[in-house]
């Protein structure tokens, strides 16, 4: 190809890719751009364009038209050829790693992936260059392409021959009893199943490298030390704000003290107080950059590799070192993997040990998010923090729960401080809902499954719960956050609701359940709350001044109407008292359904005397309809 030729062509993308053209010159461009790529020498056009031209438009036009023509014209390359253009696509790959832009870097890897896998059977030397660049510290290069020949691998295509595609399946036989089945338009079946028999053939090493990848950056810049475990219930360095029932967390106090039903945390306390802390130093930017390759890629194996054969508890504690380095890219992509592994639920019931350290690294992780605080936490780490959490409770909790050896009630208080510790609603949602995923579980056990006092043993939680839901909603203990609730109607549609329905909803949700759990002790709780706020209005109100909008006496019209607000929150709640009232209960609490008329009317006429224009009632008040 001339040098004529090779600037033309690079102009010509120039153009195409240039702001200055037009619509009808770019589809000019483009028709014959696509003549060219269809060319039988179009894969020299391109390796040529890649040696002489700088620009990242020849570059991924020539990357993309590469990319192509492996795919689809493969065979119409002599085996030669093959090998030559494959040894340019690995030296391609390392000139251009750290220097180009990033999509150019992994479209070139793909291309050079997708060449390798079609020789794989017949020359395993395209493998053995990767794990040998996998191996190495000093660049992201090889676990990238460990990541892009596992994505490859994972994806439909039929562009492999029938052959070909059984071929990779029987070399990943060996290793692999999981194998993903999905036809890939650019490999035929045989050719696809081929290759994925020898990526499956490979897990073992694979997953060793990328490992032993992450442990070397450990073992260069950790130091290990014992650190003393008090309970982790007890983690002294979150200070619940004054008033707030997460005080009661902080000496954990769902522990039950029956032999029978208590949890056997000796143990636990041991195991937590003889182990090696890991902590990383400072690392630099490249092995940060290292580790998030290594880690990105790891994650994406995790998705396929048996779970049972090659996740093993070393593995886990290498990962979970990683995600306890703070709120960072690298921490949540550690997590990113966590989530793997707890998503994969095939783990084995007789794996106790697998599952007691997982159980431990949660522990661990819910202590060390607690320690930064759930508000000061990435989001993008703390999302997936609580998908972890998620995960965990909903695939896992089961396993775990019915072992005297795992201190259940210091995850319980754990997990409770870290949901009602999140300010941003979004994320006080998706932590509530675990918190709802484990009320769930126990609803479960209270059937066939439920061994005996399954309730009584979480009766302290369960009530604690409801207090933290409860303080969580009301303005006299949360008027910080509340305040940011938007609860004005103006504007919404019919059928529209303003967040403020939607946070009172998610409370309500979670109440009806508990209730369900432990009807008669949760609605005391919030008769008893019902009752305290009405008395509380009432003398509130002696001291406000008339009309309400004058701010200039001992009570503001802003503050009568928070108070009015909470009178109005907790009456709404209060209707989930209803099952409590009625049928065998509604003459010996006959004297409680009258409490609750009495202040219900009451509390309205302050409303109206004080000429609040919103109204403090949440949803009609269905006790009213209470009937023996």
Request: glycine fraction near 4%; charge should be negative.
């Given at each position: 190809m001339s040098e004529a030729f090779l600037c033309t062509l690079e102009n010509l993308l120039n153009e195409f890719y240039g702001s200055s053209s037009s619509n009808d010159r770019k589809q000019q461009i483009e028709?014959?751009?696509r003549n060219l790529s269809k060319d039988s020498k179009a894969w020299e056009y391109c390796v040529q364009l890649l040696q002489h031209s700088n620009s990242q438009y020849s570059q991924w036009w020539a990357l993309s038209t590469l990319e192509e023509y492996v795919c689809w014209k493969w065979t119409a390359i002599t085996e030669d050829n093959r090998n030559n253009l494959r040894r340019f696509m690995y030296e391609r790959c390392l000139v251009v790693s750290g220097i180009a832009p990033s999509y150019v870097v992994t479209k070139c890897i793909k291309v050079f992936i997708n060449i390798g896998i079609r020789q794989w059977h017949q020359d395993s030397y395209?493998?053995?260059?990767?794990?040998?660049?996998?191996s190495s510290t000093s660049n992201v290069i090889g676990t990238t392409m460990l990541l892009v020949l596992s994505e490859e691998l994972n994806r439909p295509r039929n562009d492999l021959t029938a052959s070909q595609y059984m071929n990779c399946k029987k070399l990943l036989h060996d290793k692999a009893t999981v194998i993903l089945n999905r036809p890939r338009n650019d490999l035929t079946a045989s050719q696809y199943m081929n290759c994925k028999k020898l990526l499956h053939d490979k897990a073992t090493v694979i997953l060793s490298t990328v490992t032993g990848l992450l442990e070397g950056l450990l073992s260069d810049k950790e130091k290990r030390h014992v650190t003393p475990h008090s309970s982790p219930g007890s983690n002294p360095s979150v200070s619940p704000r004054p008033g707030s029932p997460l005080a009661l967390c902080t000496t954990s106090p769902l522990h039950s003290t029956s032999g029978s039903e208590g949890v056997n945390n000796e143990m636990v306390a041991r195991l937590l107080s003889q182990t090696h802390t890991r902590t990383l130093v400072t690392l630099d930017d490249r092995a940060v950059s290292t580790a998030e390759a290594a880690l990105k890629c790891l994650a994406h194996l995790?998705?396929?590799?048996?779970?049972?054969?090659?996740?093993?508890?070393?593995?886990?504690?290498?990962?979970?070192?990683?995600?306890?380095?703070?709120?960072?890219?690298?921490?949540?992509?550690?997590?990113?993997?966590?989530?793997?592994?707890?998503?994969?639920?095939?783990?084995p019931n007789h794996l106790e040990e697998f599952i007691f350290h997982l159980f431990h690294q949660t522990l661990q992780l819910l202590a060390k998010a607690l320690e930064e605080g759930p508000a000061k936490l990435d989001k993008a780490y703390n999302k997936r923090f609580v998908e972890f959490l998620n995960l965990f409770v909903s695939g896992h909790l089961r396993r775990v729960e019915s072992n005297a050896s795992f201190p259940i009630m210091d995850f319980l208080s754990l997990l409770f401080k870290f949901t009602f510790n999140q300010t941003d609603l979004d994320l006080f949602y998706d932590s509530l809902d675990v918190c709802s995923s484990w009320v769930d579980f126990l609803i479960s056990l209270q059937g066939y499954m439920s061994p005996d006092g399954t309730v009584q043993r979480y009766g302290c939680a369960l009530q604690q719960l409801t207090e933290l839901l409860l303080w969580k909603a009301r303005f006299v203990t949360n008027a910080e956050e509340l305040v940011l609730v938007e609860h004005d109607t103006e504007g919404l549609s019919e059928g529209e609701h303003t967040e403020w329905d939607l946070f009172v909803g998610k409370t309500t949700?979670?109440?009806?359940?508990?209730?369900?759990?432990?009807?008669?002790?949760?609605?005391?709780?919030l008769i008893r709350m019902y009752t305290e706020h009405c008395e509380c209005l009432y003398q509130l109100q002696q001291h406000a001044v008339v009309p309400a909008n004058d701010v200039s006496g001992d009570v503001s019209r802003e503050k009568m109407l928070q108070m009015l607000r909470d009178v109005g929150t907790v009456t709404h709640l209060t209707q989930l008292v209803q099952p409590s009232l009625v049928g065998e209960y509604f003459e010996s609490r006959n004297n409680l359904t009258q409490g609750i008329l009495f202040h219900t009317m009451k509390s309205v006429e302050v409303a109206k005397r004080y000429h609040?224009?919103?109204?403090?009632?949440?949803?009609?008040?269905?006790?009213l309809s209470l009937s023996p």
């Open positions: 028709r014959e751009l395209f493998f053995e260059q990767i794990m040998k660049l996998a995790l998705s396929w590799v048996p779970m049972s054969e090659l996740v093993t508890p070393g593995l886990i504690s290498t990962v979970f070192v990683f995600a306890k380095q703070g709120s960072s890219e690298l921490a949540t992509q550690a997590m990113s993997c966590v989530n793997e592994i707890v998503s994969r639920n095939r783990v949700q979670l109440l009806s359940k508990i209730i369900e759990l432990c009807p008669v002790a949760i609605s005391d709780v609040i224009s919103s109204p403090p009632m949440v949803g009609e008040l269905s006790i």
